[in-house]
């Protein structure tokens, strides 16, 4: 048994195949024309040392202008009282209060504060966009004045 492990042998199929190569050899014909080497169209001399990108490579262009201002834009209209008397942003800090009060169990899903976390969290992110979109389009030109 030793020496049946022992002895090489060829599998045909694998590495030491006992079949001669095939010419590789590409078929020509007057119907074709001449076969080029395809070029990369994603290789561009220059571009970002070959390499391609979609984006810029600052594609956020962060801008903490648009931070400060979309949250100042956001708590002044949260917060005037059109809720029964109430603000959105009085409501959501104060049902953060009143979660906080059995602190360590977590808030019922039939919670308010679920509500307000949505609404008001949607709220801000939908004004933090649309002043990106609104400061960094003016300051880069994208709307004609």
């Known amino acids: 048994m030793a020496t049946a492990f022992a002895t090489p042998s060829t599998v045909i199929g694998l590495g030491g195949s006992s079949v001669s ?3 590789t ?4 014909s007057s119907f074709l ?4 080497r395809a070029k ?6 220059g571009a970002s040392g070959g390499r391609f990108t979609c984006f810029e490579r600052n594609w956020l262009r962060r801008d903490l202008n648009v931070v400060g201002f979309g949250l100042i834009g956001w708590l002044a209209p949260s917060s005037i009282p059109a809720i029964n008397g109430k603000s959105l942003t009085g409501l959501f800090f104060e049902s953060i209060g009143n979660e906080l009060a059995h602190f360590p ?3 019922a899903l039939t919670s308010q504060f679920w509500l307000w976390l949505v609404t ?3 709220g801000l992110f939908i004004c933090l966009t649309f002043g990106q979109i609104g400061f960094k389009g003016r300051t880069e030109d994208y709307f004609e004045r």
């Open 40 to 45: 990369n169209p994603l290789r561009v001399n």
């Open 21 to 23: 190569r095939i010419n």
């Open 33 to 36: 024309k001449p076969t080029l």
């Open 105 to 107: 169990t977590p808030p």
């Open 25 to 28: 050899k590409a078929f020509s």
């Open 120 to 122: 008001w969290h949607l």
